[in-house]
């Protein structure tokens, strides 16, 4: 029987099939058209022959779809037929079918008017307009789609080419994405989720967080507060996550001389975050909802390791930039996925904006964080190509062959060089995207190319580290989550000109983690202590520079008091101060104040999302004002004040030499490339590039994709002979530094240990 497990394969965890390495990339196909399938081998032959011999196939449960099994037979079939040592992954559906809804009314999400909304389910195998969605915490549904999986599982363990399947996709919520949909706060008031199987759920998380309802009861200050039937918060404690911007973006009056307006408030937030003092209840619903589902992804992953613990197990989940962060999303909970030790791998689409020629597509999770756990995080590429209908030609931008090349290749070397597995997705029915010789030519250049990647030593080498906190989201408002994370994750971070590493703070405390000399915290918005101490003991070890953005470590867990601005002095080593008001974070750098900040531009503002910011999905641009509610800054003499907000004239960017170690501080949630590149630069990072473009570079490869036409300079962290593996050519001999062209949307990858 064929073995499939993640293991370590030169410095990095890898898919090994029968011990040999499968290096990206994978496929999924998309042949469901729900009442029968579209099939065309000669298209699986030809990315068989390409190199691609890992696909993920449909398999609902009987349960759901009577006649799903004979569909997956007939697809599994026709894939064997065409590439006979394929490998296969079902993605099995753990959705219930239309009768259970009926049968249990308990275990469906319902708003706090009591009511349960309609809500579309839609999979690439299955659509139904369902009375409501089943709740991703129910016990009942667990165990019913448990019975399913479990039977599924036996059914095609039993097929004569059982040995050709490796894994098992598990798939539930909308999309089968692990997320919520018809969960919109905005609808008549009505927020989620007042299940019983939520308050089940609920119940169990505060028993094992606090132990006694007298502890729940002190810190909810609600005497009647209890494990066996806990009071899910009311909607309107719930206003921090959704009432607090947009008071700049419309003012209630247009004359400047006039007062500001009063910071928007119920009673319930102060600024963007929730008062935790006095709503700790809020915070713990949240946790509770998110971890609910992780559990149950957990629950369906143990299943299958119980009956093979050589299948590999993986789900969606964990989808920053994708859904929501709070109501809706899959953005907490990740680390008990991760820790439980029966998952290998989550997976989820690259963000839908800004991967037009020039652009690149954000990474929706903390992958370095999963290495540390012999885990893997695979990319859906769902890369369109100029095939698809006028419609996404015109969003994305795509036209011709060039347009494709630029962007396959583009998204292939951020895989390589940030090492992360993969599979080309196909939307058209029965395939088309991927669908021409040269489009085959090129997989299989890249295959070659893989496979060339993994013979090396996959370990990456990266300077800086971006350091996150899925426990942050619960207290912070969606916008705020949103300004910090995914609008640096989907238009800065490539452009900074070096590789970056991610990860959950958690792993500060990690012996295995590598050591970096820049450390960027973006919402290490709630941390314990103990936290505090990992944090620091890690910065100061590395002899590092730490970059801390907005509010790091406002709220301690620990303390009586959980939320003081004072607590930013914990980590920063700067006294801080508050103002309780909306401003503008836009600032301008005084480039005298400190030589970290010399060479950028005075005259460029910084703090403000101002970059073209396209939907590559549906039509519109993005557009935000960036403000600052609270306000935070450093109140520190023996700082230097390398920038003030132009509104306020408060310090908006503070250095500070401490013992070994710099601390940088930032009051902005959100800053451009150019920023970061100075301060890596400072902190004695290699800097490839200063042309703005998106640059992946690992100790092995460095990927070009041309965000402008024109000359091009990249610099070497090592003496070399850099050879651009699509052209088969060599740029200069033992050399540092290489000059070329290129036109936007053009992407060169190179070798820098030689030809493959």
């Known amino acids: 029987m064929t073995t499939a497990r993640v293991e370590d394969y030169h410095g990095y965890p890898a898919i090994m099939i029968d011990g040999r390495p499968y290096p990206p990339m994978m496929a999924t196909i998309r042949t469901n058209l729900r009442s029968h399938l579209v099939i065309d081998k000669e298209y699986f032959r030809e990315l068989g022959a390409a190199g691609v011999k890992l696909f993920f196939l449909i398999c609902d449960t009987e349960w759901l779809k009577p006649g799903a099994f004979a569909q997956f037979r007939e697809e599994a079939e026709a894939l064997l037929e065409a590439v006979p040592d394929a490998y296969i992954i079902p993605r099995i559906g753990l959705h219930p079918p239309l009768s259970w809804f009926a049968e249990n009314p308990d275990e469906l999400v319902t708003y706090s008017d009591g009511k349960h909304y309609p809500t579309l389910l839609y999979t690439e195998s299955y659509e139904a307009m369902l009375p409501a969605m089943y709740s991703l915490s129910s016990q009942k549904w667990r165990e019913d789609a448990g019975r399913a999986l479990s039977e599924t599982y036996d059914a095609i363990e039993k097929l004569p080419y059982a040995d050709r399947v490796?894994?098992?996709?598990?798939?539930?919520?909308?999309?089968s994405e692990w997320y919520y949909t018809g969960v919109d706060p905005t609808a008549d008031g009505?927020?989620?989720?007042?299940?019983a199987a939520f308050r089940q759920e609920f119940g169990s998380y505060l028993r094992e967080k606090y132990g006694t309802e007298e502890r729940l009861r002190a810190r909810w200050h609600d005497p009647s507060a209890s494990f066996a039937a806990p009071g899910v918060p009311a909607p309107a404690t719930r206003y921090f996550a959704w009432g607090v911007e947009g008071a700049l973006a419309n003012p209630p009056r247009l004359y400047s001389t006039s007062p500001a307006p009063e910071p928007p408030s119920n009673g319930t937030n102060i600024g963007v975050f929730l008062d935790v003092d006095q709503h700790q209840a809020t915070a713990d619903y949240y946790r509770a909802w998110h971890l609910g589902t992780a559990k149950s992804v957990?629950?369906?992953?143990?299943?299958?390791k119980a009956k093979s613990p050589d299948k590999l197990v993986g789900a969606f989940y964990g989808s920053y930039g994708c859904t929501n962060l709070i109501d809706g999303g899959t953005a907490g909970g990740v680390l008990h996925i991760l820790d439980s030790g029966v998952v290998d791998f989550l997976a989820a689409p690259g963000v839908y904006e800004n991967r037009q020629p020039g652009g690149f597509t954000g990474q929706r999770e903390m992958n370095d964080s999963f290495r540390l756990r012999n885990t893997m995080f695979i990319v859906e590429e769902d890369t369109?190509?100029?095939?698809?209908?006028?419609?996404?030609?015109n969003l994305i931008e795509m036209f011709d062959m060039t347009d494709t090349y630029g962007i396959m290749k583009r998204d292939f070397g951020r895989n390589i060089c940030e090492d992360l597995q993969a599979w080309w997705f196909d939307q058209h029915v029965g395939g088309g995207r991927y669908k021409h010789p040269d489009i085959y030519a090129l997989i299989a250049r890249q295959q070659e190319i893989a496979r060339f990647a993994y013979s090396l030593d996959r370990r990456k080498g990266s300077e800086i580290a971006f350091i996150y906190d899925e426990e942050s989201i619960h207290v912070t408002a969606q916008w705020a989550s949103l300004d910090s994370i995914e609008m640096t994750r989907n238009y800065e971070i490539a452009h900074i000109g070096a590789p970056v590493d991610q990860y959950y703070h958690n792993d500060t405390a990690n012996p295995a983690m590598p050591a970096y000399k820049l450390y960027v915290f973006f919402n290490v918005y709630s941390l314990t202590d103990q936290e505090r101490r990992d944090i620091l003991a890690k910065v100061k070890r590395d002899?590092?520079?730490?970059?801390?953005?907005?509010?790091?470590?406002?709220?301690?867990?620990?303390?009586?008091?959980?939320?003081?601005h004072e607590y930013l002095s914990d980590l920063t080593g700067m006294r801080s101060a508050m103002l309780l008001e909306n401003w503008s974070s836009k600032f301008k750098i005084n480039g005298d104040a400190h030589p970290a900040f010399a060479e950028l531009d005075k005259g460029q503002i910084f703090g403000s999302l101002d970059r073209r910011m396209p939907n590559n999905v549906r039509p519109g641009v993005r557009s935000r004002e960036?403000?600052?509610y609270p306000?935070?800054?450093?109140?520190?003499p023996s700082a230097l004040t390398a920038a003030r907000f132009l509104g306020n004239r408060l310090p908006a960017l503070s250095v500070k030499a401490m013992d070994g170690w710099t601390s940088v501080y930032c009051g902005a949630k959100y800053i451009r490339a150019e920023l970061y590149r100075a301060v890596a630069r400072y902190a004695g990072c290699h800097i490839y590039s200063d042309d703005g473009d998106c640059l992946y570079a690992s100790r092995n490869f460095v990927t070009v994709h041309a965000a402008t036409s024109g000359e091009k300079c990249l610099r070497l962290p090592v003496v070399c002979s850099p050879y651009e593996l699509y052209e088969r050519q060599t740029y200069g001999e033992d050399t540092r530094e290489i000059r070329f062209s290129m036109l936007r949307g053009e992407t060169k990858m190179f070798s820098l240990v030689g030809k493959d």
């Open 631 to 636: 306000v935070f800054y450093m109140d520190d």
């Open 626 to 628: 960036t403000s600052s």
């Open 190 to 195: 009505a927020y989620s989720d007042f299940s």
């Open 166 to 175: 490796v894994g098992y996709f598990l798939a539930a919520g909308n999309t």
């Open 384 to 393: 369109r190509t100029h095939f698809e209908n006028r419609h996404y030609q």
């Open 298 to 304: 957990v629950h369906f992953a143990r299943i299958i």
């Open 543 to 564: 002899h590092a520079v730490a970059l801390w953005l907005y509010a790091p470590g406002v709220i301690n867990p620990d303390r009586e008091q959980q939320f003081s």
